[in-house]
């Protein structure tokens, strides 16, 4: 099913948005089994049912004042089963444990959320907004299951034992947040943008996401922004609840950035930006010496960006070239391979190779398309390319270093990838049409 968005209208100083949504997805796995009850069953299922809707509303109290208000309630089923044990019915028991049953997950999450944001414009060069976001996430069983299953497997509690981690038939969460930004023009050169947000849930500390910007509008057609910014991603909720079952805190992922700006508008329909970014960020990540989410490293990238947008009222067109290069990749405490580089390796006789993102091309270009053909229709289309996948290199000279005296498995292995375009352009293309 689609999404269908009706706007209302509530007077002249209310506008409210009412939205709705609902989608369903499954898939099944081949072969078929028997289980226990002799029910054929597939391999592997997996389904995900979601329910949105949401109403907006904006209010504006006077001339230098506006509210947004918000209400969203969301709704998902998440079922995954695993023919593992024969000896079990397929909605039998969890997929790990003492007595391993088929089941991967199967839970529901109900999530009712509040905010409210209000604008100030005290003049034209002083802005600030200040606002509240509330969310309510109940984590439930489904019907006909006498727990809540959310693979949450093992871990080790403060008494050093090793334990099955359950949550019974659900748990709940609470999550505040407040946001404020202020937009303060001292002088064309100097316009100083001010925005941070704090988050609270249940299982973690407070998350501060400090950012600042400076904006020097050299003239109309010229301008150059610094940015500095710093946020926080809370780890998943399996996660979360793991941690608080083994009476800790649950860790975010943290980033830190620096961006240099420059746009240069050459004429009304075009604009042309020049971009240089540093990133540093403590990564998350799937540990399968832990089989759980852990703290893979630490990843430090610089990239430049360029890109060029002509806009008329029928048509836009646009093309932009990235180039990212890392610049150290060092694993976390206990982690000895991941996902991410080759530069910090070491298990099973491959070592350290390289300097590069394992799978992240150096170089991507893109170029779109957007065409208005008439008032209710449109065509996109864009196309993208990816080169210089050094991290491939990277990887495959890894394996070279590990066979240094020849092996006719790997040899023939690495021709394989070659022969398949592993390492070489990616190119892909997406057109639509929207009525």
Do not use: C
């Amino acid at each position: 099913m689609g999404t269908e968005v009706i706007p209302v209208v509530l007077g002249r100083e209310h506008a409210g948005v009412p939205f709705y949504r609902f989608t369903e997805a499954w898939s099944l796995g081949h072969p078929v089994y028997a289980d226990a009850n002799g029910e054929r069953v597939p391999y592997r299922f997996a389904s995900q049912e979601s329910l949105a809707l949401s109403l907006e509303n904006t209010h504006r109290f006077t001339e230098t004042f506006t509210l947004v208000t918000r209400l969203g309630f969301d709704r998902e089923l998440y079922s995954d089963y695993l023919a593992a044990n024969s000896a079990k019915n397929y909605d039998d028991d969890p997929f790990l444990g003492p007595s391993p049953g088929n089941v991967v997950y199967d839970f529901s999450e109900s999530e009712f959320s509040f905010s409210t944001f209000g604008h100030f414009n005290v003049d034209d060069k002083y802005r600030l907004a200040l606002g509240y976001e509330y969310s309510y996430d109940k984590y439930d069983s489904v019907e006909g299951q006498p727990e809540l299953y959310m693979n949450l497997k093992t871990f080790t509690d403060a008494a050093g034992r090793t334990v099955q981690a359950r949550v019974g038939d659900g748990f709940h969460a609470h999550t505040h947040s407040v946001a404020a930004e202020a937009n303060l023009e001292f002088h064309p050169l100097a316009t100083l943008v001010l925005s941070a947000r704090a988050d609270k849930h249940d299982f973690t500390d407070v998350l501060w996401s400090p950012r600042i910007a400076w904006v020097a509008e050299l003239n109309k057609r010229n301008i150059a922004r610094l940015v500095w910014q710093k946020s926080v991603r809370m780890a998943t909720t399996e996660e979360l609840v793991k941690a608080d079952l083994n009476s800790n805190v649950g860790e975010p992922e943290e980033f830190m950035g620096w961006e240099l700006i420059y746009t240069w508008i050459p004429q009304k329909n075009l604009t042309i930006d020049v971009t240089a970014f540093y990133n540093e960020v403590d990564a998350l990540g799937w540990d399968n010496t832990t089989n759980s989410t852990s703290s893979l490293g630490k990843l430090i990238l610089w990239g430049l960006e360029g890109s060029l947008a002509y806009k008329t009222e029928k048509l836009q067109l646009g093309v932009n070239h990235s180039f990212v290069k890392q610049l150290d990749w060092e694993n976390g405490p206990g982690i000895v391979r991941q996902g991410i580089s080759v530069a910090d390796y070491d298990i099973n006789g491959l070592v350290d190779t390289g300097n590069d993102l394992s799978n992240w091309s150096n170089h991507t270009t893109k170029v779109y398309m957007t065409y208005k053909l008439r008032a209710d229709l449109t065509h996109h289309a864009n196309a993208q390319l990816s080169w210089e996948w050094q991290g491939f290199d990277d990887y495959v000279a890894m394996y070279d270093k590990k066979y240094a005296a020849g092996d006719a498995a790997w040899e023939q292995l690495k021709e394989d990838l070659r022969h398949e375009g592993f390492g070489d352009m990616d190119v892909r293309f997406n057109a639509s049409m929207r009525f």
